[in-house]
Antibody, heavy 118, light 106 residues
């Protein structure tokens, strides 16, 4: 049973970098693809980025200039960095992953709320 | 970007009703379409993948159909636990979600 746990600061100051880690248990990160998704309070889901089995990455065009997704197989973790944050980046951030040919997201973390405020 | 548009944005229904939610893509996505259910304060849960394949453990009252640009999620007989928000997501190219459909009790 694959399980995901997001971790990182709950409060980030404007203009700084948001850094989150997703720790995966019950499976190797190399066997799956991984995405980060966020949800501003009271709003819908926004896909941020993905890293595939091969290590290749894909980014939301609207965030691409500020986002980096990476994987650390030695720690079985997937990380997200979002720089130059503003209040508009306040959201619950989810880590999610899967292994199917149609790239569904089978596994989700519980999410972590990140607030951008001084 | 491929835009995903769901309709309706909200829907009131009763237990045992049959409900259909529609998702339209701005260009053809073949059957690279997934559906998720989200309850308040919880992470989304995968219901349907590849437009019509039922995820393991999901009740058979949920079904999906469609291909190309037009897709539907149908709940054949609403149960109390089905009142939630539903999202479609395309995985044909850089992924995008629909805006969500909130299903409320009438």
């Amino acid at each position: 049973q694959v399980q995901l746990q997001e971790s990182g600061p709950g409060l980030v100051k404007p203009s700084e970098t948001l850094s989150l880690t997703c720790t995966v248990s019950g499976g190797s990160i190399s066997s799956y693809y991984w995405s980060w998704i966020r949800q501003p309070p009271g709003r819908g889901l926004e896909w941020i980025a993905c890293i595939y089995y091969s290590g290749s990455t894909n980014y939301n065009p609207s965030l691409k200039s500020r986002v980096t997704i990476s994987g650390d197989t030695s720690k079985n973790q997937v990380s997200l960095k979002l720089n130059s944050v503003t209040a508009a980046d306040t959201a619950v951030y989810y880590c999610a992953g899967g292994s199917g040919n149609y790239y569904p997201l089978d596994y989700w973390g519980q999410g972590t709320l990140v607030t951008v405020s001084s | 970007d491929i835009q995903m548009t769901q309709s309706p944005s909200s829907l009131s229904a009763s237990v045992r009703d049959r409900v259909t939610i529609t998702c339209r893509a701005s260009q053809s996505i073949s059957n690279y379409l997934n559906w998720y259910q989200q309850k308040p304060g919880k992470a989304p849960k995968l219901l349907i993948y590849a437009a019509s394949s039922l995820q393991s453990g999901v009740p058979s009252r949920f079904s999906g159909s469609g291909s190309g640009t037009d897709f539907t999620l149908t709940i054949s007989s609403l149960q109390p636990e089905d009142f939630a928000t539903y999202y479609c997501q395309q995985s044909y190219s850089t992924p995008t979600f629909g805006q969500g459909t909130k299903l409320e009790i009438k």
